[in-house]
C-alpha cells in the first residue's frame, strides 16, 4: 500500500489510487484491464462489508462503486463509512459505475454522496478521465443521466415515492427487468450481468410472477409508465 500522503497525490493525476467495488469479479477484471496502468487500484471488494473495510484501510483518492452490492448498495457504503469517523476518509470521492440507468438509482446514489454516475457502457479512457475529474472535485455523469438529476431538483421526479411493485422485486431481478424491458434477449442479458442466460430465465419468471404481468410487452409497458427505461 502507498504511504504517500494525497496531498501529494493530488500532484499525480495520471496514477490516482482507486478501490474497485463490484460483485462480478470477472467485470472487476476486465475494469482493471481496461483502466491499465493510468491508475493504480489499491483493493477490490465484492460486497457492502469488504467495500467499507477496503475504503476505510486504504482510503484511495475514488471508489469506483456499483449501486447494488450483496449486504447493501452504494449508498448503505457511502453512509457507512460517512459515520465511521476516523475511518472514513474525506479525502475519498465516490463515483458509481452500474448497469443500472434509472432514475431512482442515480438520484438516490447521488443523495448518498456520489461525486458523480456513470454506466457500464463507458469505454476505459473515458473511465479513466472520469476517475480523475471526480478526484479533483468535479461532478460527472453519463450524458442521459445528468438530466435525471435536474429533473430531481427541479421536483419533475418523485424520488421519496415508494413504487410497492417495483419494492417486491430484489435488487438483481430489478437489473434483469430493466434490460428485458428495454428489449434485450436473454443471452445479451445474461452477458451484461455475467449471469447465465439459465438464471436470467429464472429472474424473468419471478419479476412476471411478482407483477402481475403475463408478457415482456406489458412488462415494457409498466416500467416505461415508472420512467425506469
Not at 499525480?12 to 462480478?24: E, T
Not at 429464472?202 to 412476471?208: I, K
Amino acid at each position: 500500500m502507498s504511504t504517500t500522503p494525497s496531498s501529494e497525490r493530488a500532484d499525480q493525476p495520471g496514477r490516482r489510487r482507486v478501490v474497485l467495488v463490484d460483485d462480478h469479479a470477472m467485470f472487476r477484471a476486465g475494469v482493471r484491464a481496461e483502466l491499465g496502468d493510468a491508475v493504480e487500484v489499491v483493493a477490490e471488494a465484492g460486497d457492502a462489508d469488504e467495500a467499507v473495510a477496503a475504503i476505510g484501510r486504504h482510503q484511495p483518492d475514488v471508489v469506483l462503486l456499483d449501486v447494488h452490492l450483496p449486504g447493501g448498495g452504494g449508498g448503505e457504503v457511502m453512509r457507512r463509512l460517512a459515520g465511521a469517523g476516523p475511518a472514513g476518509s474525506p479525502d475519498t470521492r465516490f463515483l458509481a459505475l452500474s448497469v443500472s440507468d434509472a432514475a431512482e438509482d442515480v438520484i438516490g446514489t447521488i443523495r448518498a454522496g456520489a461525486r458523480g454516475y456513470v454506466t457500464k457502457t463507458i469505454t476505459g479512457p473515458e473511465l479513466v478521465d472520469a476517475i480523475g475529474r471526480v478526484a479533483e472535485g468535479d461532478a460527472v455523469f453519463s450524458p442521459r443521466l445528468a438530466g435525471f438529476v435536474l429533473d430531481a431538483f427541479a421536483g419533475t421526479i418523485e424520488v421519496a415515492q415508494v413504487d410497492e411493485d417495483l419494492d417486491r422485486l430484489t435488487e438483481r431481478e430489478r437489473e434483469v427487468m430493466r434490460l428485458i424491458a428495454r428489449g434485450y434477449a436473454y443471452k445479451e442479458v445474461a452477458s451484461e450481468l455475467f449471469i447465465s442466460v439459465k438464471t436470467v430465465e429464472t429472474h424473468v419468471s419471478s419479476v412476471l410472477r411478482k407483477l402481475q404481468l403475463s408478457s415482456r410487452h406489458e412488462l415494457t409497458r409498466w416500467a416505461s409508465d415508472r420512467r425506469l427505461l
